[in-house]
Nanobody, 116 residues
């Protein structure tokens, strides 16, 4: 089992920045990749960014150049630096961990609200 705890959401004006963090505990040896998804009201959950255990990253086109995903020295930590935030970035952001076998794990979600 893996537990994911997110922090760092909040309310920010358009053009501002926020940093989300996610700490994994439990059977972290089984994690191949960690990332962030988001879900806005009335929309499907979508991938925002992901980083593999080897350090490879992928980003949604909508956040490229504005968001940066990174891992801490301890591989159970992942952060998402969000700059130049837009109102359309408003959503609940979920930390995600992908393991070698079995379903992915999810955090409880943290609200990000960007006001215009």
């Amino acid at each position: 089992q893996v537990q994911l705890v997110e922090s760092g959401g909040g309310l920010v004006q358009a053009g501002g920045s926020l940093r989300l963090s996610c700490a994994a505990s439990g059977s972290i040896f089984s994690i191949n990749a960690m990332g962030w998804y988001r879900q806005a009201p009335g929309k499907q959950r979508e991938l925002v960014a992901q980083i593999t255990s080897g350090g490879s990253t992928i980003y949604a086109d909508s956040v490229k150049g504005r968001f940066t995903i990174s891992r801490g020295n301890a591989k159970n930590l992942v952060s998402l630096q969000m700059n130049s935030l837009k109102p359309e970035d408003t959503a609940i952001y979920y930390c995600n961990a992908v393991q070698s076998l079995g379903p992915p794990y999810w955090g409880q979600g943290t609200q990000v609200t960007v006001s215009s």
